[in-house]
Structure formats: C-alpha cells, structure tokens
Nanobody
Framework: QVQLVESGGGLVQAGGSLRLSCAAS????????MGWFRQAPGKEREFVAG????????TYADSVKGRFTISRNNAKNTVYLQMNSLKVEDTAVYYC??????????????????WGQGTQVTVSS
C-alpha cells in the first residue's frame, strides 16, 4: 500500500500563488506516475497535472497550462504543484494520486491506484 498526504492548501487572493506538496510513504516506488486532480463543489473530480516517474514528462489540463507547474523529488518521495496566477475558478479540493507504472501519463481518475485525502484551495476575488 502507498499512503499519500497532501499539504499546502489554504486561502489566497486571486492572482496569488500556492505550492502544494504530496508526500508518499509505505510501498513507495519511484517508478510511479503521479498526478494532481481537483474537485469543486457539485462538480466531477478533474485532472489537473501529471508527471512521469523520472519527472521528464509532464502534462496539464488546458485550464491550468502556463500557470501551474508539477514537479517531483524522488529522493524525498514528494510531488509538488506550484500554482501561480490563481483564479477564483481554481477553488477546489486538490488531490494527489499515483499509479505504480511508467508510460503514458493517465488523465482519468480510474487509472490511478492511490489517493490522498485532499487539501482545500480557496481563491477569493
């Protein structure tokens, strides 16, 4: 089993920045693909960003491209999501997810095996 714990959420004004962290423990495997998802009230959980196991390849949802950056430090078993130029519509619970395989970065929730408990990000106008 892999445990994922997110941190770094909070309240920020529009235009501001936050950095989310996701620490993995348990049967961690650096050969895993990591992703960030988010879920706003009344909406489906949606893909935000993903990163390959070596951190060489990344992919982003169109809505965050150019504003968010995903990165990872395998020595620390941690993945990050740097969020800049935040908008009110970025308000959601953000979840970290992992799947113990390499290759194409999954974009759908069902392809990830492990999930964190989520961290709330609220962007005020």
């Amino acid at each position: 089993q892999v445990q994922l714990v997110e941190s770094g959420g909070g309240l920020v004004q529009a235009g501001g920045s936050l950095r989310l962290s996701c620490a993995a423990s348990g049967r961690t495997n650096s050969s895993s693909t990591m992703g960030w998802f988010r879920q706003a009230p009344g909406k489906e959980r949606e893909f935000v960003a993903g990163i390959s196991w070596r951190g060489i390849r990344t992919t982003y949802a169109d809505s965050v491209k150019g504003r968010f950056t995903i990165s990872r430090n395998n020595a620390k078993n941690t993945v990050y999501l740097q969020m800049n130029s935040l908008k009110v519509e970025d308000t959601a619970v953000y979840y970290c997810a992992s799947v113990p395989r390499v290759g194409v970065i999954p974009l759908v929730r069902s392809e990830y095996d492990y999930w964190g408990q989520g961290t709330q990000v609220t962007v005020s106008s």
